[in-house]
């Protein structure tokens, strides 16, 4: 059965740091994104991607945060410059299609813990 | 805003005993609502769903009905087994100009003892 994939499980970096967060999405979807859960706290959505290009953010996606499907399987996170609140689980998903349709189900990948000292 | 608020756990139940997890939502508008649930290890993967007033969701011995009145979506198992614990997410679905976001509880860990 198809799923969605991410590495790595776990990241740890310094504050201040780059991170890319990679995820292979179910290869016929068109509809991309991104959450992430702090822990005890609520998962929260990042983004959204479709066509190559962002179609709706949360005001957490703030400058530091970019996203990006460099080739025809990957759809990575980019955190420019990490920091201590960052440290989170951030879970990839993808959709066949968005927009209230009925094929509108997110599949989730496991998540890539991201912890920033 | 929109937002859902689930029942803080976590839960402990033997096995077979029965399950409620309560969720209640606020929305603007008639939002989809769901159960996601995320098996250690694992991602989260769609329970059950409901589009409309008075739908009912089910899969796996899971129910839940979408209630407008109490504007709840309870999820609800009659004999629970050590397979279910997990932790279980009540969300919604807002949809704004094509592109749809999920709007996520904090998730009840279950726990279901032999």
């Known amino acids: 059965e198809p799923e969605v994939t991410q590495t790595p499980s776990h990241q740890v970096t310094q504050m201040g740091q780059e991170v890319i967060l990679r995820c292979v999405p179910i290869?016929?979807?068109?509809?991309f994104y991104w959450y992430r859960q702090i822990l005890g706290q609520k998962v929260e959505f990042l983004v959204s991607?479709?066509?190559?290009?962002?179609?709706?953010k949360s005001e957490i996606f703030d400058d530091q945060f970019s996203v990006e499907r460099p080739d025809g399987s990957n759809f990575t996170l980019k955190i420019r410059s990490t920091k201590l609140e960052d440290s989170a689980m951030y879970f990839c998903?993808?959709?066949?299609?968005?927009?209230?349709?009925?094929?509108?189900?997110?599949?989730f990948g496991p998540g890539t813990r991201l912890t920033v000292l | 805003g929109d937002s859902v608020t689930q029942m803080e756990g976590p839960v402990t139940l033997s096995e077979e005993a029965f399950l409620t997890i309560n969720c209640t939502y606020t929305a603007t508008g008639y939002p989809s609502l769901f159960w996601y649930v995320q098996y250690p290890g694992e991602g989260l993967q769609l329970l059950l769903k409901a589009t409309k007033a008075d739908d009912k969701g089910s899969n796996k011995g899971f129910e839940a009905t979408y209630r407008k009145e109490t504007t709840s979506f309870h999820l609800e198992k009659g004999s629970v087994q050590v397979s279910d614990s997990a932790v279980y997410f009540c969300?919604?679905?807002?949809?704004?100009?094509?592109?749809?976001?999920?709007?996520f509880g904090k998730g009840t860990k279950l726990t279901v003892n032999p």
């Open positions: 290869s016929n979807h068109l509809y």
């Open positions: 991607f479709y066509n190559n290009e962002i179609s709706e």
């Open positions: 969300a919604l679905i807002l949809t704004q100009g094509g592109s749809e976001k999920l709007v």
């Open positions: 998903a993808s959709s066949l299609l968005g927009g209230g349709s009925s094929y509108n189900e997110q599949f």
